[in-house]
């Protein structure tokens, strides 16, 4: 079964420092698919980045990136010049490719507090 | 404009009462999900329908009943609501691409639901 941990439920960033949000994951599947979204205050869930467990390099969307290392199964999500607009939950997320009854299965979210 | 859509945005009711939330997705995707996001932002899956047909049904209540008219459309009825079905719920959609891994999921706004 997949399992996802995020083992930080909070975090704080002054702003325009960087900040690393932790991912780790574990499944038995050889290919996988990891995703990381942020829900902010208002509720909506948006997607930030992703990446392919066969990917050779890191994923990069803007100021986001992800830290992938597959030995160690961890998938951290790094945000650069922190904005006070990044304040939100942050949810690390994976996504089997059992075909079409795959799922995404998320962690608990960590909340980041970008301050002044 | 909304890609995925949901209606209503908020719903509170006294227990024991039947209620509908609507969603609909104007991206041409293939798959549809329900999220139960409960008090302490947990996510889980509860179903998901690839064109019309029921593809992932965790364990949840058969209280709650799913039903997709078509593929643009998913549905979720709850009878006899309790308590602890307060929570928020949230429609997605995904296409189907040749990695399934890479399905990214496209979320709708969430409804509200709090029983009284």
């Known amino acids: 079964a997949q399992k996802i941990t995020q083992t930080q439920p909070g975090m704080f960033v002054q702003e325009k420092e960087a900040v690393t949000l932790d991912c780790t994951y574990d499944t038995s599947d050889p290919s996988y698919g990891l995703f990381w979204y942020k829900q902010p205050s208002s509720g909506e869930m948006i997607f930030l980045i992703y990446?392919?467990?066969?990917?050779?390099q890191n994923a990069t969307e803007g100021r986001y990136s992800l830290n992938f290392q597959k030995a160690r199964k961890s998938a951290n999500l790094v945000i650069s010049a922190s904005q006070l607009g990044d304040s939100a939950m942050y949810f690390c997320a994976m996504r089997d490719t059992q075909g079409t009854a795959s799922k995404l299965t998320f962690g608990t979210g960590t909340r980041l507090q970008v301050t002044l | 404009d909304t890609a995925v859509s949901q209606t209503p945005k908020y719903l509170v009711t006294q227990m024991g009462n039947d209620k509908s939330i609507k969603c609909e997705q104007n991206?041409?995707?293939?798959?549809m999900y329900w999220y139960k996001q409960d008090s302490k932002k947990f996510l889980k899956i509860m179903f998901s329908?690839?064109?019309?047909?029921?593809?992932i049904n965790e364990t949840v209540p058969n209280r709650f009943s799913p039903k997709s008219p078509d593929k643009a459309h998913l549905n979720l009825h709850i009878n006899s609501l309790e308590l602890g079905d307060s929570a928020v719920y949230f429609c997605?959609?995904?296409?189907?691409?040749?990695?399934?891994?890479?399905?990214?999921?496209?979320f709708g706004a969430g409804s509200r639901l709090t029983v009284l």
């Open positions: 990446q392919g467990s066969y990917d050779q």
């Open positions: 997605a959609s995904s296409q189907d691409l040749e990695d399934p891994g890479a399905n990214v999921l496209t």
């Open positions: 991206l041409g995707h293939d798959t």
């Open positions: 329908y690839n064109n019309k047909e029921l593809i």
